[in-house]
């Protein structure tokens, strides 16, 4: 089983001409909703490609008793995620604020709402015992992240952690807790290059020397997602790299292409697929994800990925 611990959120959308300045006041024409969370979003994916396989999903997040937190529930059962351990608080449901302008750039605000009541204790021992991955992100509360994570290590429950969005950690000693509780780390270039910086392993703009002082100094096996370039693998001791391409693809929307990557990395890494091949998935999905507008509208089925990977 894979068991995620982590964000809910509900995306609204605007499409602008531009993206407002302060105190200034823009119209767009419509705002679309969709469902996010990096916890969600990776719990889908998971899901996804886990169909018709031997793993199951299971998560635990917490949602306030409102529409938007009775609608995300209902999407995840409907991807076939085990909500059971999903608590419905007292704070409203997560909410992304969007704003893209006609260049794609954005401008987005989060109100984490619910997702900062989520604790350690939601996850009930009963299922994590049952988990044989566990993944990690980077937006609920970290002492409670490293509560989990502890736990999961106890019960021999490899620990994937994906450290997005970079949080406002400065402490060495807080990332030394983070990287000693965690077996795979996966990360962008901009988050290994700002890990590496803050336990004293300046790498200027290497991406992958930054991987490789992570794993050597703290000694989880380091994952650097690349976009277009594909991803790279980094293991302690000896800093041996692997690397899976990315599939050539003319990108819709490249939203959720990262939390697709992680998700079924770790239904590669449940199933017992040695980590190069768990990552081509993984990089092959990521792709097909971008497809599609919206973070989990493209996330393939476990058909389309296999058939897809067949032709390839």
């Not at 996804?48 to 995300?72: E, K, L, Q, T």
């Not at 490899?158 to 997005?164: D, G, L, R, S, Y």
């Not at 990332?175 to 300046?202: K, R, Y």
């Amino acid at each position: 089983m894979i068991v995620i611990f982590g964000s809910i959120n509900m995306d609204l959308v605007a499409r602008v001409q531009r993206i407002a300045r302060p105190g200034e006041t823009v119209l767009s024409r419509r705002a679309d909703s969709f469902f996010g969370g990096k916890g969600a979003n990776q719990a889908v994916a998971a899901a996804r490609v886990s169909h018709g396989g031997s793993v199951r999903v299971a998560m635990a997040g917490a949602i306030g008793n409102d529409p938007f937190g009775m609608a995300c529930l209902k999407n995840l059962e409907e991807n076939g995620v085990d909500t059971r351990a999903i608590r419905v608080t007292d704070e409203p449901t997560g909410c992304a604020f969007i704003a893209v302008d006609e260049t794609g750039e954005n401008a987005i605000t989060v109100a984490s709402g619910a997702n900062m009541a989520l604790r350690s204790a939601d996850l009930p021992d009963s299922l994590l015992s049952r988990a044989s991955v566990l993944v990690l992100q980077m937006e609920v509360p970290m002492a409670d992240n490293l509560e989990v994570a502890a736990r999961a290590r106890r019960a021999g429950v490899k620990v994937a952690w994906n450290f997005a969005p970079v949080p406002a950690v400065k402490e060495r000693s807080t990332m030394a807790e983070l990287l000693a509780v965690t077996d795979i780390l996966v990360v962008n270039e901009h988050e290994a290059l700002s890990i590496a910086g803050i336990v004293g392993e300046p790498s200027g703009e290497d991406y992958l020397k930054a991987g490789s002082a992570i794993s050597r100094s703290f000694g989880p096996t380091c994952i650097v997602t690349a976009g277009s370039r594909g991803a790279y693998a980094i293991a302690a001791p000896d800093g041996a790299q692997i690397h899976a391409r990315a599939r050539p693809v003319t990108p819709v929307d490249t939203t959720g292409a990262g939390d697709t990557f992680v998700g079924v990395l770790a239904n590669g890494l449940a199933e017992g697929l040695e980590i190069g091949r768990a990552m081509e998935r993984a990089c092959a999905a990521a792709s097909l994800s971008c497809l599609t507008a919206g973070a989990q509208a493209g996330m393939p089925q476990r058909g389309a990925l296999e058939q897809h990977l067949d032709q390839a």
